[in-house]
């Protein structure tokens, strides 16, 4: 099944969308991490000013699909970030 989705009410996103944006997801537990949508992102200002996209996905299992704007940064991607900053400025 192909359900399409439509996102209102972000800030203007248009350079974002323009330059092939798009939205990532995973199939949980078969995906490992995340990937791009495979399909280009619509996307238009409305009438009333508000900036909208429409993306479609299909569905090819019953697993749970995770969306996000943009790739995640997890917390524990996040510790060994800084714990990498920190080494690099330990000391000096």
């Not at 359900?3 to 800030?11: D, E, I, Q, W």
């Not at 993306?55 to 800084?82: C, D, I």
């Amino acid at each position: 099944d192909t359900v399409t989705f439509s996102v209102m009410n972000l800030n203007k996103q248009s350079k974002l969308f323009s330059n092939d944006f798009r939205p990532v997801f995973r199939q949980h537990p078969s995906m490992k991490g995340y990937e791009r949508l495979r399909a280009p992102v619509q996307y238009h200002t409305t009438d009333e000013g508000q900036f909208k996209f429409t993306f479609k996905h299909a569905f090819t299992s019953a697993e749970p699909v995770y969306f996000s704007f943009t790739y995640p940064f997890g917390f524990h991607e996040n510790q060994a970030m800084l714990r990498a900053i920190d080494a690099r400025f330990a000391g000096g």
